[in-house]
């Protein structure tokens, strides 16, 4: 021991070197104005690029907060529904009964 640790201190693993990015998934129906959307996006760019490879699934690709993805440069892949999303004035689903196609 050194006189700046005691046997009380927890000892912390070094983190690995030259490890790959976390390969990350997240799923979003689409990106309109609301509480959940802003979340979505504060925590998705919130991670650490270095750490995580993060790509986007959507039902649409449409909304206010999609633009911060795109110039973030963040995959964005849409997997449309087997019928047209219908969509109310905030971008909010219109209708629950989705098949993905």
Do not use: H, Y
Not at 67 to 85: G, L, T
């Amino acid at each position: 021991m050194t006189a700046s640790t005691s046997a009380a201190d927890p000892v912390i693993p070094a983190r690995p070197q030259a490890t790959a990015p976390i390969r990350l998934l997240k799923a979003v129906t689409l990106f309109g104005v609301g509480g959940s959307e802003r979340q979505f996006t504060d925590l998705a760019l919130g991670l650490d690029q270095s750490r995580f490879d993060l790509r986007i699934a959507c039902l649409k690709q449409w909304g206010f907060f999609l633009k911060n993805f795109e110039d973030r440069r963040i995959p964005v892949r849409e997997f449309r529904a087997a019928m047209p999303i219908a969509t109310n004035s905030s971008g909010a689903l219109a209708s629950s009964a989705l098949a993905i196609a």
